[in-house]
């Protein structure tokens, strides 16, 4: 993810990214896009944003990560400031979290090019000190060495994970109503 933000940043610093994990499933592809063009209208609106669509769950599942919404941001957006997370709660409290209107973590996230670097500085430091050395080779002839070498020096992070455990105060999440989502 960070290598690709990098050659997105090369070309446009404040372009809207959507980061959709791989292995999830959606019923309605579009109807759920039609809610990632919310969110990317909520980012051109607050680009200080990260956006988690969170997904309206249908029992109390125990091994996704939940979202508790907070106050509006705006008055006609239909983002809410995320007021808390909780990473494979026990069955009790998932079933306390549902009761409470809590959504599920859907991991596709929409933000700005240099948010989503500014945050991966943030929370991976190590991991983006090892991808500096690439950036002067991103677009030239020496790219794909120079990309081969930095994938050599690091381990696999988890984004979405990271949000979990640190919770970026500007994170926020759009709300997903009658689309099905699963995570195997």
Not at 110 to 135: A, C, I, K, N
Not at 136 to 149: L, T, V, Y
Request: charged share 20%; with cysteine.
């Amino acid at each position: 993810m960070l290598y690709a933000l990098l050659r997105l940043e090369r070309m446009a610093t404040n372009a809207p990214v959507v980061i959709f994990p791989s292995e999830h499933y959606v019923e309605d592809d579009g109807a759920f896009m039609r809610y990632v063009d919310l969110a990317i209208e909520g980012i051109r609106a607050r680009p200080d944003l990260l956006v988690v669509l969170g997904a309206t769950p249908d029992h109390p599942e125990v091994n996704y990560c939940w979202i508790e919404m907070g106050t509006r941001i705006g008055e006609y957006l239909r983002l809410f400031r995320v007021r808390g997370l909780w990473e494979k709660p026990s069955s009790k409290l998932a079933t306390h979290l549902w009761q409470r209107g809590c959504l599920w973590n859907s991991s596709v996230f929409v933000g700005q090019v240099s948010l989503l670097l500014f945050l991966m500085r943030e929370m991976f430091p190590r991991l983006t000190v090892s991808f500096d050395s690439l950036r002067p080779a991103i677009g030239e002839a020496n790219e794909s060495e120079a990309a081969e070498a930095a994938f050599k020096t690091v381990a696999a992070q988890d984004f979405s994970h990271e949000i979990a455990v640190k919770c970026p105060k500007n994170l926020a999440v759009l709300p997903v109503a009658g689309v099905e989502w699963i995570e195997p």
